[in-house]
């Protein structure tokens, strides 16, 4: 049975960093490519940032390029969101997503992880 377990949430003052970390149960990982998103209060679902299996490449949401930073360690089935210059507007629900490799949707979710940023 797969399972995406988010931790690292919390609250954190405007400037400053928290670490997101996603596990995942199961033995799909290393094959899989993965993502984050977050769903700010009152919003839609957005897309944060994605990597690939490999870690050979990564994207970005426009509103988090170079100040997250997205990675993953395969032999420990778990995937990272460092969040460095926090903004009030990053405040939200994180969620890890793991993308279908031959659909290339993501099939497979977090409960979340509620990250507010304080001004």
């Known amino acids: 049975q797969v399972q995406l377990i988010e931790s690292g949430g919390g609250l954190v003052q405007v400037g400053g960093s928290l670490l997101l970390t996603c596990a995942m149960t199961?033995?799909?990982?290393?094959?899989?490519?993965m993502g984050w998103f977050r769903q700010a209060p009152g919003k839609e679902r957005e897309f944060v940032a994605s990597?690939?299996?490999?870690?050979?490449?990564?994207d970005y949401a426009a509103s988090v390029k170079g100040r997250f930073t997205i990675s993953r360690d395969n032999a420990r089935n778990t995937v990272y969101l460092q969040m460095n210059s926090l903004l009030p507007e990053d405040t939200g629900v994180y969620f890890c997503a793991a993308r279908h490799p031959v659909k290339l949707e993501y099939d497979y979710w977090g409960q979340g992880t509620h990250v507010t940023v304080s001004s």
């Open positions: 199961g033995r799909i990982f290393s094959t899989r490519a």
């Open positions: 990597i690939t299996w490999s870690a050979f490449l990564t």
